[in-house]
């Protein structure tokens, strides 16, 4: 599975940004994608997950009511609506995708990952 990330940028404190990830190889419909970051300095970070046989989703509390995860399983496409954006969302944000039916928010956990793309919101 070949991850492909992009819409990445910069935008004002209260913007918005959306992120998209395409799935490209061997994917069905008990695949979790998601979404971590990293910020310079910090660790790696979960953001938000979405499964693929029911869209369930989860996120990390400080992004709770301001991203929204979604995806289409016939386009192996799963996007991130930024909304709201603050500076301490800057950081690298990464597309992952395992082959499970539960979301998990450890990095190790996903065993396919994209390039990162960089998302900096100025205050």
């Known amino acids: 599975v070949q991850l492909q990330a992009s819409g990445g940028g910069s935008v004002q404190a209260g913007g918005s940004l959306r992120l998209s990830c395409a799935a490209s190889?061997?994917?069905?419909?008990?695949?979790?994608m998601g979404w971590f970051r990293q910020a310079p300095g910090k660790e790696r970070e979960f953001v938000a997950g979405?499964?693929?046989?029911?869209?369930?989703?989860y996120y990390e509390d400080s992004v709770k009511g301001r991203f929204t995860i979604s995806r289409d399983n016939a386009k192996n496409t799963v996007w991130l609506q930024m909304n709201s954006a603050k500076p301490e969302d800057t950081a690298v944000y990464y597309c992952?995708?395992?082959?499970?039916?539960?979301?998990?928010?450890?990095?190790?956990?996903?065993?396919?990952w994209g390039r990162g793309t960089q998302v900096t919101v100025s205050s």
């Open positions: 992952v995708a395992d082959k499970r039916l539960v979301i998990f928010t450890t990095a190790q956990a996903y065993a396919y």
């Open positions: 190889g061997r994917t069905d419909n008990r695949y979790v």
């Open positions: 979405i499964t693929s046989y029911d869209g369930s989703t």
